[in-house]
DNA sequence: GACCGATGTCCGATATTTCGGACAAACGGT
DNA sequence: ACCGTTTGTCCGAAATATCGGACATCGGTC
């Protein structure tokens, strides 16, 4: 539609379209991430512009690595257990993850819900671990996917160690719509994040989606910075007394996982 | 040895030492999970076998995909956040595993020990998942990493739809030689097997580590063959009650994970 | 049965990436 | 302060990996 459409989002290659393997191997992995489904080969070449023959060649090798895995049997392809084993490397060698993994599975094991712990990737907010609770209807953010940080209740946190302009420049514009059309007023934002800091938690309801509140607690430097949350995801009727024992929950866990105490 | 050695499977290096990138990169990931650490870049491009020049350019292409984390601030890097989100669509995207994750990080939590959920990989056994318990030492093998068939406790199921003599061939002889230098006999191995198998489980003392004992139960597919395990490893002096009690569990555990079932 | 689109393989040419080696800077021991 | 070792960058040359396009298959549709 319409007559001028520029059309570039990719805009990557500059001179010529030739480039590394490697480098198309990380466009490739980064598509298949952004996907999240097995994808087949094709698709894959186009949607990143590869040459078909390259792509090919590169899954060929990839799936040998068990990088990549063929799927079903139709031609599609996805992440294979090598991505699983060097994540895990990942996960174990980093000293707060891993004392994160045990929190997170044990609040929730316990308390049945979804929960996470969270951190900030650039200036956008990130889910870096998620165990799914006893509900059949799973709410859950996926792993690894950034999110604008005024739409979550952890990103209320992780930015509380910054002044007000601070954060109005930090935060882009645009991360401030909610996926409904919604604009999340700044003042409100900032009004929050004070809140935050003087409760020692988050609460938000309906924000990302009409349906579900946010608990999230602070896990901080020994300097007292923000470096992470710990959070549940539950339904919004979930009674006010039981939100108010999660959140104990999460202070507590936050606590342990804050650095600087026996 | 004797004269007939036919087939090299490497094969790889044929003419010049020039290989592409991504089998280099390939190499690089598969060196940092053997080693299991930080790794300096020199001794990565040393032990890989590739130029240092060569090892840097890759290194520096990968970090700033985050695939690799430079780490401390000595020149060491390990796996980055890339590979978590990259293993954790992996893990998401098998059904089996997903189920397992639930089992075993309920059981691990449940029972305070460490769980696992493994397969066969080739002619070896491996850990897919691990959930450690609350014990202090915790005994854990580790993600991802290959184990003779004979030296475990789930090595007996994931095997136990094959003949005797398809074992024998099966099995690398060497694989019979614990770390220690004991060798297991493969009679009893066998009859490990036949146990196993009308008891529904396994347990085995002392095997690779001398104060340890693992107990595992077999998840079946439909035609009733054995396609992964769901295990503890427990000290050795657990009293035979609380086994008794983790036996069931496992049994349990392993039950809704075979398919088939409602 | 002819047509169309998608899948996977193969091949030769050339633009490019790998490689070796040189070099500067940082480090550490004596 | 001296010297040997290690880290990280840079550069030109040449071996080769990437690319485009052709081709053979397969499956579904009209």
Redesign the interface.
Known sequence: MKGGGVAEKQAEEKSTGRA????R??AL??H??SR???TRIADIARDTGTPRSTMYE?VN??VE?R?L?L?DGDGTV????????????????VDLIRKAR?EV??I???VGETAQFCTL?GDKYLV?LN??GRRMFRISS???IKVPIPWTASGRLLVDHMAADEIRRFIPPEDFVLPDGRRIAEDEFLEDIGRARTQGYVRTTALVDRFTTCLAAPVRDAAGRCIATICFVVPADTTEEAQQGMIDTLKASAERLSPGRP
């Open positions: 590394r393997g490697i480098d191997v990380i992995m980064e298949l991430h999240r489904a097995p590169l090798t990839l690595a990088w895995e799927r996805y992440f294979g257990p090598a991505m699983h084993y060097y994540g895990s490397d990942y996960l174990d060698s045990v599975a044990h929730a094991e316990t990737d870096v165990e799914p996926e792993i690894g």
